[in-house]
């Protein structure tokens, strides 16, 4: 029997139910809907011209048998402008995992883009380091905001379809608040002495032996230190919405903040950008609701 004709090539729009379909066989335990969701996602974003749009496909004689999804954006920070890839969910039919290697070259083989790994299995990890990647956050700290002090003259407020950039808030960082709130995320500005201070939260259940406990996760803000200057009301703003903790991404316990830093849950990345531990915007946690 002759071997199959392998190749590797772009998501198309007309790919996506197959796409759909390879990933419902590769996570079984995964609600149905979800990856519908996260397509519909990954359309409405912006992305990077001349880069996919949804990832990678696999395929043996013509026939899908491997799907991995990367969302490619354009980052900026300050005065940086970079472009950034977050690897997402992958799947390759067992029949074909010799050839998955194939999959993951090709996502790589972009010049200057800083790619993450965010969720990797525990089996997977030996992989990507061999890869070349390297870890930027250890693990994850539960902070009770709440309990912060009050800052004089802060005000929280959720954004409406109307904010507009200015000297205080830049184009990129209006955009991200609206296309995070569209995606379900809370996109709120903390205005003091008249300048505003943006940040994204998602809200998301910890299983306990109560039931679900919900809580927000951080997802944008400038900074750690932004984060701590207005963790107060930051923190009494999510409490009333019923998430009394904000989890964040960290290497150890953030000073100033009450809490408790557990090390797990390891984010990686490699490329010439590291990556902000205040920042997993435009992912498929932000995203896709994850």
């Given at each position: 029997?002759?071997?199959?004709?392998?190749?590797?090539r772009?998501?198309?729009?007309?790919?996506?139910?197959?796409?759909?379909?390879?990933?419902?066989?590769?996570?079984?335990?995964?609600?149905?809907?979800?990856?519908?969701?996260?397509?519909?996602?990954?359309?409405?974003?912006?992305?990077?011209?001349?880069?996919?749009?949804?990832?990678?496909?696999?395929?043996?004689?013509?026939?899908?048998?491997?799907v991995?999804?990367v969302?490619?954006?354009?980052?900026?920070?300050?005065?940086?402008?970079?472009?950034?890839?977050?690897?997402?969910?992958?799947?390759?039919?067992?029949?074909?995992?010799?050839h998955?290697?194939?999959?993951?070259?090709?996502?790589?083989?972009?010049?200057?883009?800083?790619?993450?790994?965010?969720t990797?299995?525990?089996?997977?990890?030996?992989?990507?380091?061999?890869?070349?990647?390297?870890?930027?956050?250890?693990g994850?700290?539960?902070?009770?905001?709440?309990?912060?002090?009050?800052?004089?003259?802060?005000?929280?407020?959720?954004?409406?379809?109307?904010?507009?950039?200015?000297?205080d808030?830049?184009?990129?960082?209006?955009?991200?608040?609206?296309?995070?709130?569209?995606?379900?995320?809370i996109?709120?500005?903390?205005?003091?002495?008249?300048?505003?201070?943006?940040?994204?939260?998602?809200?998301?259940?910890?299983?306990?032996?109560?039931?679900?406990?919900?809580?927000?996760?951080?997802?944008?803000?400038?900074?750690?230190?932004?984060?701590?200057?207005?963790?107060?009301?930051?923190?009494?703003?999510?409490?009333?919405?019923?998430?009394?903790?904000?989890?964040?991404?960290?290497?150890?316990?953030?000073?100033?903040?009450?809490?408790?830093?557990r090390?797990?849950?390891?984010?990686?990345?490699?490329?010439?950008?590291?990556?902000?531990?205040?920042?997993?915007?435009?992912?498929?946690?932000?995203?896709?609701?994850?």
């Amino acid at each position: 029997m002759s071997s199959p004709r392998i190749r590797c090539r772009e998501i198309e729009a007309s790919d996506l139910q197959a796409a759909i379909g390879l990933l419902k066989e590769g996570f079984p335990s995964q609600d149905p809907e979800y990856w519908s969701h996260a397509f519909a996602r990954l359309t409405d974003h912006r992305g990077v011209p001349g880069l996919p749009k949804y990832g990678y496909l696999l395929e043996a004689d013509d026939r899908p048998v491997g799907v991995l999804l990367v969302i490619f954006s354009q980052m900026t920070h300050g005065s940086q402008t970079y472009i950034r890839a977050n690897i997402a969910s992958w799947y390759v039919q067992p029949h074909y995992r010799s050839h998955a290697p194939i999959l993951t070259a090709r996502a790589h083989a972009h010049r200057g883009v800083t790619y993450l790994q965010l969720t990797p299995a525990r089996h997977v990890v030996p992989i990507i380091e061999a890869q070349g990647y390297r870890w930027y956050a250890e693990g994850t700290f539960a902070a009770a905001a709440f309990l912060c002090p009050p800052v004089r003259g802060a005000k929280v407020r959720v954004v409406g379809d109307g904010l507009a950039p200015g000297d205080d808030l830049n184009r990129f960082e209006s955009d991200l608040l609206l296309e995070h709130q569209r995606c379900g995320c809370i996109s709120v500005t903390c205005t003091i002495d008249g300048r505003r201070h943006p940040f994204v939260f998602a809200r998301r259940w910890r299983r306990t032996k109560f039931g679900p406990l919900p809580y927000a996760l951080l997802v944008y803000c400038r900074g750690l230190d932004e984060f701590v200057q207005f963790a107060g009301p930051l923190g009494r703003f999510l409490a009333l919405r019923g998430m009394p903790l904000v989890f964040l991404d960290a290497n150890a316990p953030v000073p100033g903040v009450p809490g408790r830093f557990r090390r797990g849950t390891t984010k990686f990345y490699k490329g010439p950008h590291a990556p902000r531990l205040a920042d997993i915007s435009y992912t498929e946690i932000s995203l896709f609701g994850l």
